[in-house]
T-cell receptor, first 115, second 113 residues
């Protein structure tokens, strides 16, 4: 059974049109992450939630926002998508933040296309 | 600068042949080391990890990796690959007890029948 679920699998949006990607988890993990992965590149951390505490990476553009209304769900909002935002977006969870000890669980990702 | 390097972008091997994927890191101390696999259309899955102790680590799906401090390397190996091993493989490190995980750029593995 899928433990980290991302919807939709593929998302097409228009340049400048707001888009929301969703992630849900059945693991009851405290930490939820959003990664951006472009072709042939390493996954890049955008931000993470530790419970309700939001942690933004310093180089994440303001165009990217996130919401976590409860433990199970986390959303990625792209306010005005540009062509450079086309990528795979991966959601991940972990029980705690110490990734030296904790295991990351990834969803299957949402492939975003921007027309 | 701290980094994780996977020097091979693509690797092609024949089914049944042995495999070695390279990973080098540059950190002051021995970091925590991981290998993840990403099958087409899927998220990343942990194959194995090294924290301390025995430098040869066994993982899932018949993979193993060896930590070599002198070479700052953590290479992934499999004695005989299967067609289902075709995927992208990411080496990753967590520097000391930091809460961040740093991924390499990945190596895409192709399997010839």
């Amino acid at each position: 059974d899928a433990m980290v679920i991302q919807n939709p699998r593929y998302q097409v949006t228009q340049f400048g049109k707001p888009v929301t990607l969703s992630c849900s988890q059945t693991l009851n993990h405290n930490v939820m992450y959003w990664y951006q992965q472009k072709s042939s590149q390493a996954p890049k951390l955008l931000f993470h939630y530790y419970d309700k505490d939001f942690n933004n990476e310093a180089d994440t553009p303001d165009n990217f926002q996130s919401r976590r209304p409860n433990t199970s769900f986390c959303f990625l909002d792209i306010r005005s998508p540009g062509l450079g935002d086309a990528a795979m977006y991966l959601c991940a969870t972990s029980r705690g933040r110490a990734l030296s000890r904790e295991k990351l669980f990834f969803g299957s990702g949402t492939q975003l296309s921007v027309l | 600068a701290q980094s994780v390097t996977q020097p091979d972008i693509h690797i092609t091997v024949s089914e049944g042949a042995s495999l070695e994927l390279r990973c080098n890191y540059s950190y002051g101390a021995t970091p925590y080391l991981f290998w993840y696999v990403q099958s087409p259309g899927q998220g990343l899955q942990l194959l194995l990890k090294y924290f301390s102790g025995d430098t040869l680590v066994q993982g899932i799906k018949g993979f193993e990796a060896e930590f070599k401090r002198s070479q700052s390397s953590f290479n992934l190996r499999k004695p005989s690959v299967h067609w289902s091993d075709a995927a992208e493989y990411f080496c990753a490190v967590v520097p000391n007890r930091d809460d961040k995980i740093i991924f390499g750029k990945g190596t895409r593995l192709h399997i010839l029948p």
